[in-house]
């Protein structure tokens, strides 16, 4: 039994295939398009099924992820700000396929340019086209959040589980170490370390995902401090089971909920310290396009063409408003305290 | 009370040995001579030498380090590009960087408090919708954005005001005019930050017994909101706008960049680009210590606003 939702989703990406085939030119790059978009349909097609199977179950029957749907599914904000994350996802997949020109091609003959039918946002100082180079920096900034949101989720999750669970020495120890890195400004924290490191890619999401743990490890371990005591934990606990199972089965699945929220919440703010990291020269460098960077030297020539901090602006803005939109509507539809 | 405060000041030491530890270590994994980058490519090794003896380069790691903290107390660090006491250069940048921090603390407390207050009041009106989706815009605008869009809009176009650059102290009128644009996008995010919990936090409070009964008394509506409800919810606005404050510094060092600043921020930045080794030092621990004391004196004030809050 296949959903209507199902397809209409499988028929549009095939068009969409279809159609980005015959745009294709060989690269490395499309052959990476083509296996993330085959991945994301598979993807959403599963979803689709599992929210469609959940709402057709007996409606007496409330399961949690069934409620959550329904209350987020009410929340306009939150489903408007799905919407754009999923267009901006299909935009940044598809991107080396919408993109009009080449973001890395420069024109000597045709610098900072105001728009025109041929560059929509006009260039920039080397004449390259903006429209192009914010695309692909939409789909620079959202690998690089995303990248960097799952390894601080993981990182902030494991030290909380950790220091909720055990206590005692080892929370004392976690949690002062977490106090310190807390008392170093961030943003300083994490331009030292870039400069250490050097730039590129990888540190750049190394050093972005370590900086901001601590606020993951401390909720998370609040919410395990409360768990600990339940009485499903110490019925494991005094059959015996091993320590990494009861953590793993037991209290983690519990935990999810402000894990899910939390990491939403996180990605905005990523993408903002890596815009501003760009923005210093110290994130994504040259001549890969990323929006803080070109918003800085959008700057320098402010006063000939503003389109070129408009358009990397505004698509900062979008990402991160879209994903807290999300997050704030996850928030009221997971955390039982917040939306009776 | 007495106790605490010093307390926390005894933790301040083991907390700001570790900070010295942890910058050192990055600073020397830092890759790049710093003798140099100092001399340029072109300087002959008998310079560079020279260089290293003269700034302690040539010491082993653990002697330059107790060497580095040990002139930093004594108030002798001396940065490579300054050729002046560390201290000094930071205290001289200092000025700039606090009066812009607290200029925009002041205009987000003024701005974000009334209108949050109202939008809780008047729940799902017209008002209410429009300032939550302002602040829901303002805390995923990046800093530098704001600061662009306005420096287009009042320095380019209207040339209302001057782009960029730092014109004195803000009480001079000179300087004030400098003051105006970066203050206003530094305080965007904890406008937005602040508006949105003082709303929560007055939506939370309003439902409480108390407030039932002091309009049950007849209490007029006006003090009901200000003083009953309001002293109540502060306890969360007070604890974000403490957390925030580290979001102002992150917020400064851009902010400086994009209007061209000479504030502390933008200081530590060009040291850790030019490799001033000592300066990166001094800047790193000075920041952190009065991020530290600024913690410290959030959490007293909270004595203040809930006296049922002690530290004994």
């Not at chain 1, 991107?95 to 260039?123: C, R, V, Y």
């Not at chain 1, 005591?229 to 606990?237: E, I, R």
């Not at chain 2, 017994?209 to 309001?230: M, N």
Request: charged share 15%.
């Amino acid at each position: 039994m296949i959903s209507k939702y199902l397809i209409v989703l499988l028929g549009f990406n095939l068009l969409t295939l279809i159609f980005s085939l015959s745009k294709a030119t060989n690269n490395q790059d499309n052959l990476i398009s083509y296996l993330i978009f085959a991945l994301l349909t598979l993807a959403l097609g599963f979803l689709i099924n599992k929210v469609r199977k959940t709402n057709q179950t007996d409606s007496n029957i409330q399961t949690t992820s069934n409620l959550t749907w329904k209350k987020l599914k009410r929340n306009k904000n939150a489903v408007f700000g799905l919407i754009i994350i999923i267009i901006l996802v299909y935009i940044s997949i598809l991107a080396p396929f919408i993109m009009p020109h080449d973001p890395l091609e420069m024109n000597w003959g045709k610098t900072i340019q105001k728009p025109s039918l041929e560059h929509w946002f006009g260039t920039d100082e080397f004449g390259r086209d903006i429209f192009s180079r914010a695309i692909y920096g939409v789909r620079i900034a959202l690998g690089i959040g995303l990248l960097a949101v799952v390894l601080n989720t993981l990182l902030g999750t494991f030290l909380g589980l950790i220091a909720g669970y055990y206590g005692g020495r080892v929370d004392n120890l976690i949690m002062r170490a977490i106090e310190m890195w807390n008392s170093i400004p961030f943003i300083l924290m994490a331009i030292a370390l870039i400069a250490a490191l050097g730039t590129g890619l990888l540190n750049l999401i190394l050093v972005v995902s370590i900086t901001g743990i601590m606020q993951f490890a401390r909720v998370i371990r609040s919410s395990v401090l409360g768990l600990k005591k339940a009485d499903y934990v110490l019925a494991a606990k005094v059959m015996g089971i091993p320590d990494r199972q009861i953590i793993i089965r037991h209290i983690l699945p519990n935990c999810i909920a402000p894990i899910i929220v939390l990491a939403t919440l996180r990605i905005g703010e990523m993408i903002l310290t890596i815009a501003g990291l760009s923005f210093l020269g110290l994130g994504i460098q040259p001549p890969m396009p990323a929006l803080g960077s070109m918003l800085s030297s959008g700057q320098q020539y402010i006063s000939e063409n503003l389109m070129m901090s408009i358009v990397p602006g505004t698509m900062i803005l979008l990402i991160v408003f879209a994903f807290n939109l999300l997050g704030d509507g996850l928030r009221d539809a997971l955390d039982s305290k917040l939306s009776n | 009370m007495l106790n605490y405060i010093l307390r926390r000041l005894l933790i301040l030491i083991p907390i700001l040995i570790f900070i010295s530890l942890f910058i050192f270590v990055i600073i020397k994994l830092t890759p790049g001579d710093p003798a140099l980058v100092l001399l340029g490519e072109r300087a002959t090794e008998q310079a560079l030498n020279q260089t290293r003896i003269k700034y302690g380069l040539d010491q082993p790691l653990h002697i330059q380090y107790f060497k580095m903290m040990e002139n930093f107390f004594k108030g002798d660090l001396k940065s490579i590009n300054y050729k002046q006491n560390v201290i000094s250069v930071i205290i001289n940048r200092l000025p700039a960087t606090l009066e812009l921090g607290a200029a925009a603390l002041v205009i987000a407390i003024i701005v974000s408090i009334p209108a949050g207050i109202i939008s809780a009041i008047k729940r799902n009106s017209v008002f209410d919708y429009i300032s939550m989706s302002i602040a829901l815009l303002g805390i995923s605008i990046p800093v530098f954005y704001t600061g662009i869009i306005l420096m287009y809009i009042f320095a380019v176009k209207l040339n209302w005001l001057p782009a960029s650059g730092y014109g004195g102290h803000i009480w001079t009128t000179e300087g004030f005019k400098y003051f105006i644009l970066p203050a206003i996008s530094l305080s965007f995010v904890l406008m937005a930050s602040t508006t949105r919990l003082t709303r929560s936090s007055i939506l939370e409070v309003i439902q409480e017994d108390y407030i039932r009964t002091a309009r049950a008394k007849g209490v007029k509506e006006k003090s009901v909101i200000l003083i009953h409800a309001f002293k109540n919810a502060l306890v969360p606005i007070v604890t974000n706008i403490g957390n925030q404050v580290a979001g102002i510094f992150a917020g400064a060092v851009l902010t400086e960049t994009v209007f061209a600043w000479p504030g502390v921020g933008r200081l530590a930045v060009n040291a850790i680009f030019r490799r001033d080794e000592p300066l990166v030092f001094g800047c790193v621990i000075f920041l952190s210590a009065v991020y530290v004391i600024v913690n410290l004196i959030v959490d007293l004030v909270y004595t203040l606003i809930n006296p049922q809050i002690t530290y004994d």
